[in-house]
């Protein structure tokens, strides 16, 4: 089991930042790939950023690519993603996850692929 507990989110005006955390206990960290998802009232739970393992390969969304960071620190078994130049439309809950398989370099897109869940932070950008 893995359990995963985001921060970090709040209300910030158009062109601000966040970072959110996602701190992670349970199964060992250091060996799972994390995604960060969000969700927007009446869409789709959608994938905005993923990481494996080892750090060594990331995805992005076309929609944040440029804007956000995703990163890891696996000594605090936390995983961070950096919003820069927030826009209206990045307003959602975000969720961090982590898939069952260890050591992979695989590239999880699809929210089926993820077997643990935080609880969601929400993110509210202003215009």
């Known amino acids: 089991q893995v359990q995963l507990v985001e921060s970090g989110g709040g209300l910030v005006q158009a062109g601000g930042s966040l970072r959110l955390s996602c701190t992670a206990s349970g199964r060992t960290f250091s060996r799972l790939a994390m995604g960060w998802f969000r969700q927007a009232p009446g869409k789709e739970r959608e994938c905005v950023t993923t990481?494996?393992?080892?750090?060594?390969?990331?995805y992005y969304a076309d929609s944040v690519k440029g804007r956000f960071t995703i990163s890891r620190d696996n000594s605090k078994n936390t995983v961070y993603l950096q919003m820069n130049s927030l826009k209206p439309e990045d307003t959602a809950v975000y969720y961090c996850?982590?898939?069952?398989?260890?050591?992979?370099?695989?590239?999880?897109?699809?929210?089926?692929?993820?077997?643990?869940w935080g609880q969601g932070t929400q993110v509210t950008v202003s215009s």
């Open positions: 996850a982590a898939p069952f398989a260890a050591y992979s370099q695989t590239i999880y897109k699809d929210a089926h692929d993820y077997n643990y």
């Open positions: 990481i494996t393992w080892s750090g060594g390969r990331t």
